[in-house]
């Protein structure tokens, strides 16, 4: 089934709300990250890298389900597995450091967490490639703080109320100027899960003062759903 556009009245989403605090959405759901097999998402995407916009379209889809394990498909031959925990549900993909929290089952205002993430949108405007940024995998810790549930978004798929609203912080020195000097770089990341829908939108900036560096900017949006 596909779906175009979706309305949660308050009254609905108030109703699931209460019932997920009461189960803790227990082992078996996730109140904003469907989990169910054969569950898919298509957005829209645009980058900016030193100025150049770029515009794709991403599938997400769910391929199947074990018990609290999820095999998760994005794009073609990309595939994540996710996993259902007492926390919420985690990217377990991670290698090397304990799988990072994607949505808690319960979460709260000010709720705080950490999870992996790496420098992909801000680059150096010189063309020596010792100070090409992306591509290195400069790794960084974010923290992931919850600063809302009752937010309401507009986009394409739809109008979504009683959005869950998170915002990512964090930021990374990187080496410039033909490695003789340094530079903070500094990420922003806010998302907005809707009730039963899961992602509706996300936007990301990786922003320096520094006069090397060039800011970087992506934004996603749903343009469709289904399962």
Known sequence: MSHHATRVPFAAFLAIFLLAVITSC??????YYPLAAGSW?????????????????????????DGAKILQRRQADLRYNLRLTSKGVVHADTEGSP???????????????EVNSELALVESRTFAAQDRLRGRHLWLP?????????????????????????????QRTVRIDRGNAYAEVVVTQKEWYAPAVGLVKL????????????DGLYRQQLLEFGD
Do not use: K, M
């Open 26 to 31: 227990g082992p078996s759901d996730s109140l």
């Open 41 to 65: 998402w298509f957005y829209e995407s645009e980058s900016r890298i030193l100025g150049e916009v770029a515009n794709h379209r991403i599938v997400v889809e769910n391929l199947r389900r």
């Open 99 to 113: 799988p990072s929290l994607i949505v808690p089952n319960a979460p709260f205002i000010g709720q705080r967490w």
């Open 142 to 170: 974010l923290t992931a703080r919850v600063d809302g549930f009752n937010e309401t978004i507009s986009i394409p798929a739809g109008s979504f109320a009683g959005c869950l609203r998170l915002t990512l912080t964090g």
């Open 203 to 214: 936007v990301r900036t990786e922003r320096s003062t520094s006069r090397f560096l060039r």
